[in-house]
């Protein structure tokens, strides 16, 4: 097994991607449809998707490439750690649906072990908890 583990999908169609503004040649849609032929051709069986932006809806959207099992296991997201609705952000994240360790849903629930978006009995992730301390929250 071949994990890519740091790959990114971009659209400038769906919004900005000011990087894009110096590489002509990419200031294109790169999707899963162009990211799964290379890594077949290397042999890659599974690859966490990392997100391009600072976007909530991204995360939102590349948790929803990753719930349909074809080839992404894991998605590195983002949300901001400062905000005062973190919590919420971070709620809604939680309800969209992905898929868990082979292929299989996560277990329903709150604090769901490896989700990387729940903290002990349900509580913030470490990283929210962490977040909040260095914000003063």
């Known amino acids: ?13 769906v919004r900005r991607h000011a990087w894009l503004d110096a590489l002509p040649s990419l ?15 290397h042999e890659v069986t599974a690859s966490v998707l990392v997100q391009v ?8 959207e590349f948790l929803a490439v990753a719930a349909t ?20 952000q971070i709620a809604r994240l939680r309800e969209l649906p992905r898929r ?4 299989r849903p996560p277990a329903p629930g709150p604090g769901r072990a ?5 903290g ?3 509580g913030a992730p470490r990283a929210v908890r962490t977040g909040r301390r260095r914000a003063g929250l």
């Open 114 to 118: 490896g989700s990387g978006l729940a």
């Open 53 to 60: 932006l600072p976007s909530v809806a991204e995360t939102g």
């Open 27 to 41: 200031c294109r849609p790169f999707g899963l449809e162009d990211f799964a032929p290379l890594a077949r051709s």
């Open 1 to 13: 097994m071949i994990i890519d583990a740091h790959h990114h999908l971009w659209d400038p169609g």
């Open 69 to 88: 099992g074809a080839l992404v296991a894991g998605v590195v997201g983002w949300a901001d750690l400062t905000a005062p609705d973190v919590a919420d």
């Open 100 to 103: 868990g360790p082979a292929g």
């Open 120 to 122: 002990p009995a349900g």
